[in-house]
């Protein structure tokens, strides 16, 4: 079975840091570009930050850049995102993606999807 599992979100206090890991199992990940995703109870799900299969090339959401770092470690067939200096406006469902066209062109289309992991922030 071809799936994406996110892990490592919880309960946050504003400032604070979390570690997102997107692990794929059943396929490679070290062909895909991989994407993270965000949706926001009440709101459109947006893009947060892109990883080229070659690790190569890094894109981010202007609200999270100098905050978060997206990295992958094609050993692990895991791809991380590291969230620092988290803030009111992050709380959300985080969700990672594949995209077979290894690029993170803005219409490339995503072929997996994991189930997402919740992040909140809050004192």
């Known amino acids: 079975q ?23 199992s059943g396929f490679s990940l070290k062909f895909y570009a991989i994407g993270w995703f965000r949706q926001a109870p009440g709101k459109e799900r947006e893009g947060v930050s892109c990883i ?5 090339s890094t894109n981010y959401a202007e609200s999270v850049k100098g905050r978060f770092t997206i990295s992958r470690d094609n050993a692990k067939n895991t791809v991380y995102l590291q969230m620092n200096s988290l803030k009111s406006e992050d709380p959300a469902v985080y969700y ?13 289309p995503y072929d997996y999807w994991g189930q997402g992991t919740q992040v909140t922030v809050s004192s």
């Not at 071809?2 to 604070?16: D, N, R, W, Y």
């Not at 080229?52 to 190569?56: C, F, L, Q, V």
């Not at 990672?96 to 490339?108: H, K, L, N, Y």
């Open 2 to 24: 071809l799936q994406l599992v996110e892990s490592g979100g919880g309960l946050v206090q504003p400032g604070g840091s979390l570690r997102l890991s997107c692990a794929a």
């Open 52 to 56: 080229t299969n070659s690790g190569d």
């Open 96 to 108: 990672c993606a594949a995209s077979v066209f290894g690029t993170c062109a803005q219409d490339s």
